[in-house]
C-alpha cells in the first residue's frame, strides 16, 4: 500500500496539533467521581492522556486519547503517556469565569515543563515535556459535557526553521538500518514494556547499523540524530517535537543544524518517518522563552468549548441496553456474521412456570438479547426457593410470599432495565383437575389468557413440574403452530426438546412430535395426596442449569437456522444437512444423565393419535373452544376417546391377566 511521502517544505516549522478523542467512559468516570469524590469541590485533579504514531492511520490525525483509564494513571504499552490535569467546574457560568483567566492554568502547567527542563529531569524522562489539561463542566442533569484542552508549549520570540527541505527516512537509512532502529528502540523499553518518548539515535553513512540510546545520550554532530515518537500523519511533524526542540536547545546550546526524526510507524515499516533538520534557535537574552500556549485552536465562528450529549447513552438505564447488546453484537462482528440478532431482539417468549427452569431460562433469554418475556405460574415464593431459583431473593419468601410470575418479572427489569417482562398468576388448568361451578368462569378466562399469549409469543417454553400441566399449552401452541421448547427434570436427568411444527406443503420431511407424542394415555391428576417429600421437585442441583441452558440453546439454534423452527431433526453425521445451521445442529430431544455423565440426542416424530397435538385435537379446539377444554379437563378420557387410544390400547389389555399384586399404590 502507498500511503504518500510525507514532505515538509523550507522555511518556518509547523507543529500538528493534537485531537483529542475522549472515550464515553471517561464522561462517565467524571461523572462518578463528580458525584461521590469531588463534589464541589475545583481543585485541579490529575489524568493522564495517551498518543501512539499514528503512520498509515491517517483518518486519525493527530490523535490524543483520554478514556476511563486517565483516571487511574495506567500505562499502555502500546501507546504513550502524557500526563495532566483536570479541572471541572460546578456550573456553566463558573466555566466562563475560569476560562477567561484561561492564560493562568496554561502558564501553571507549563512550569512543569520548564522544571524539567532546567532540572535536566527530561533527559531520563521525556514524557516530562508534554502535558495535557482540561477544563470541563459535566452537567449531570442533561448528561452534557462542556470542555476545553491545552497542550501548553513554551513560546519564543523566534520561529523554528528548516535548514533545508525534508526527506523520508528511507531515503537516508537502508533496510537494515531501519531495522536495527526499530529493534534498537524496542530494547529500551523499561521492565514494565515502556518506551521512551524521545531518545538518540546514531547511524554511520555507509553503514547497515544503527544505534539507539536514551536521550540523555544526545550530541549535536554529524550522524546523530534527535529522535522522537511521531503522533503526526501529515507533512508537518506533531506537537510533542516543539518542546523537545527547545529544551534540547536551552540544554547542549547547539549552534549547528538539528538533525531530526519524526519516528512513525507504518504497517509496511518505518521508512516514511520524517527526517528534518531543524536550524538552531538562540535563547540568550531577548530571545529567550516568551511564556507559554498551546490553547486548543478554534476555527472562526466556534464555539468556546466543545460539547459532548451523551443524555441518551450516559442514562443508566440506557447504558444498561447498550452494553448487553453488545454482547450480542461482538459475536455478530467476530465470530458469526450472519447472526440476525434483530431476530433474537424482537422475539417474544411466554414462560409457563416460573421456578427454579423458569427463572434459568429467562436469564439465559436475556443473555441472547430477548427482550419480551411473559411468566405464567400460580405458585408463590417459598423459603426454600431463593437457592435453587436465581432469579428470587430471601425477601421474595417473606409474608406469605411473592407470586413467582410477578416476582421473576419485575427480577428481570431489576436485572436488565430494558426488559420487557410481564406476568400472569394464574393455575394452568389440568386434566384430571376437575373444575366446580364456583371456579368455572376464572377458569374459562384463564384459558383464553393462555390462548391469547401464545397466539402472540413467538416460542413458547414449557417449565412446570408436572406432566398434566404441560397438556393445555402444548395444544394450544399446536393449535397456533408455535414453536414450544420442553424442559424436564429427573433427579440426575433432564431433557431439553422442541415440537414439531406444521411442514410446507409438498415437503416430504414428517412433522417432530410434542411432549406427548410417546405416550398412550391422557394425563390424570398427579398432584393430590402428594406427601410432604413428593410436593417438591428432588433433583441435582446442576440439572436444572444444564436442561435450561439447552432449552435455549436449542430456541437459538432452531430459530437461527434458515428453515426455522421447520428444519428437521439433527441424529447424527449421516442427518440431513438443513439440521444444521448457523449455531450447529438442531436436534429434536436431548436427553442426559448426570450419573453416567452422558447426553444423547433422540428423535421422535409427531403420533397421529396424540392426546395434544394430533389433527383431531387441534380440530375439536378450533370448532367448540372452551367447551372442548372444559371436557377434557373434567374427564380426560375425552381425549383418549376423541383420538382413538382406547381403540389402539383395548387389544393388549384385553390379553393382559393383571395380577394386582403388581401394582403399587404409586402406580400412574
Known amino acids: 500500500e502507498n500511503y504518500g511521502v510525507p514532505v515538509c517544505k523550507m522555511g518556518e516549522v509547523r507543529f500538528q496539533e493534537f485531537k483529542t478523542f475522549v472515550d464515553i467512559n471517561f464522561w462517565k468516570t467524571l461523572e462518578d467521581k463528580k458525584l461521590h469524590e469531588w463534589k464541589s469541590s475545583t481543585d485541579p485533579v490529575d489524568i493522564s492522556a495517551e498518543f501512539a504514531s499514528q503512520g498509515y492511520r491517517e483518518q486519525l490525525g493527530t490523535r490524543l486519547t483520554l478514556n476511563g483509564e486517565s483516571f487511574t494513571g495506567e500505562k499502555s504499552t502500546t501507546a504513550f503517556h502524557m500526563a495532566g490535569a483536570l479541572l471541572n467546574a460546578n456550573n456553566m457560568d463558573e466555566l466562563k469565569r475560569i476560562f477567561a483567566e484561561r492564560s493562568k492554568l496554561v502558564d501553571t502547567e507549563g512550569a512543569k515543563i520548564a522544571e524539567a527542563i532546567q532540572s ?20 449531570l442533569k442533561t448528561h452534557k459535557f462542556y470542555y476545553r484542552m491545552a497542550f501548553p508549549c513554551i513560546t519564543t520570540s523566534d520561529n523554528w526553521s528548516l535548514a533545508k527541505e525534508s526527506q523520508t527516512l528511507g531515503a537516508t ?6 531495522a536495527a532502529l526499530q529493534q534498537g528502540f524496542a530494547n529500551l523499553a523499561d521492565k514494565d514494556g515502556h518506551r521512551p518518548v524521545a531518545f538518540t539515535v546514531t547511524a554511520t553513512e555507509g ?126 462482528w467476530r465470530m458469526l456474521p450472519d447472526l440476525d440478532t434483530e431476530k433474537l431482539a424482537r422475539m417474544k417468549a411466554l414462560l409457563v412456570g416460573a421456578g427454579t427452569l423458569g427463572c434459568n431460562v429467562a436469564r439465559n433469554l436475556m443473555m441472547w438479547g430477548v427482550k419480551q418475556l411473559t411468566f ?43 426488559a420487557e417482562a ?140 434458515e428453515l426455522g423452527a421447520q428444519c428437521p431433526a439433527y441424529l447424527d453425521a449421516n442427518s440431513e444437512d438443513e439440521s444444521e445451521g448457523m449455531l450447529g445442529c438442531v436436534p429434536h430431544q436431548i436427553r442426559g444423565n448426570l450419573a ?61 391377566d393383571w395380577d394386582d399384586d403388581d401394582l403399587s399404590e404409586d402406580e400412574d
Open 173 to 178: 537509512f537502508n533496510e537494515q538500518q531501519q
Open 422 to 561: 410481564s406476568f400472569r398468576n394464574m393455575t394452568v388448568p389440568m386434566p384430571g383437575h376437575p373444575i366446580d361451578s364456583k371456579m368455572r368462569e376464572q377458569t374459562k378466562e384463564d384459558v383464553l389468557a393462555l390462548d391469547k399469549f401464545i397466539a402472540e409469543a413467538d416460542v413458547v417454553f414449557l417449565l412446570t413440574d408436572s406432566r398434566e400441566s404441560r397438556w393445555l399449552p402444548t395444544m394450544l401452541a399446536a393449535v397456533h403452530n408455535k414453536l414450544v421448547i420442553n424442559a424436564a427434570l429427573g433427579f440426575g436427568q433432564y431433557v431439553a426438546m422442541r415440537h414439531g411444527v406444521n411442514m410446507p406443503e409438498g415437503k416430504e420431511a414428517k412433522r417432530l412430535g410434542c411432549y406427548y407424542c410417546q405416550t398412550l394415555s391422557a394425563p390424570r391428576d398427579s398432584l393430590s395426596d402428594r406427601t410432604l417429600d413428593q410436593q417438591c421437585t428432588v433433583t441435582r442441583p446442576g440439572v436444572s442449569g444444564m436442561a435450561s441452558a439447552l432449552a435455549v440453546e436449542l430456541m437459538a439454534a432452531a430459530t437461527q437456522n
Open 120 to 139: 535536566k529531569g527530561f533527559l531520563t524522562n521525556p514524557g516530562l515535556l508534554n502535558r495535557a489539561f482540561m477544563l470541563s463542566f459535566a452537567d
Open 596 to 656: 453416567t455423565m452422558e447426553q444423547h440426542l433422540m428423535v421422535g416424530y409427531a403420533f397421529d393419535r396424540c392426546i395434544a397435538c394430533s389433527p383431531k385435537i387441534v380440530e375439536a379446539y378450533q370448532k367448540d373452544g372452551w367447551d372442548f377444554v372444559e371436557k377434557a379437563l373434567n374427564d380426560p378420557d375425552t381425549l383418549e376417546t376423541l383420538t382413538q387410544l382406547t381403540e389402539l390400547t383395548k387389544p393388549a389389555e384385553d390379553g393382559m
Open 376 to 418: 405464567v405460574d400460580c405458585g408463590k415464593v417459598s423459603y426454600s426457593n431463593p437457592v435453587r431459583q436465581s432469579l428470587f431473593e430471601f425477601a421474595d419468601s417473606q409474608n406469605g410470599g411473592k407470586f413467582k410470575a410477578q416476582a421473576a418479572a419485575e427480577a428481570c427489569k431489576r436485572i436488565f432495565p430494558g
Open 207 to 332: 553503514s547497515n547499523d544503527a544505534h539507539v540510546q536514551q536521550l540523555d545520550k544526545w550530541e549535536n554532530k554529524p550522524g546523530t540524530y534527535l529522535a522522537y515518537v511521531d503522533p503526526s500523519s501529515s507533512d508537518y511533524p506533531g506537537w510533542p517535537l516543539r518542546n523537545l526542540l527547545y529544551a534540547i536547545t536551552a540544554t547542549f546550546k547547539p549552534t549547528t543544524p538539528i538533525s531530526v526524526i519524526c519516528y512513525r510507524e507504518y504497517k509496511q515499516g518505518i521508512d516514511k518517518s520524517l527526517l528534518l533538520t531543524v536550524n538552531p534557535l538562540s535563547l540568550e537574552g531577548d530571545k529567550a522563552k516568551t511564556g507559554f500556549g498551546g490553547l486548543e485552536t478554534r476555527q472562526p465562528g466556534e464555539k468556546s468549548f466543545n460539547v459532548v450529549n451523551l443524555q441518551r447513552l450516559m442514562d443508566p438505564t440506557q447504558l444498561a441496553i447498550t452494553s448487553a447488546a453488545l454482547n450480542i453484537s461482538l459475536m455478530k
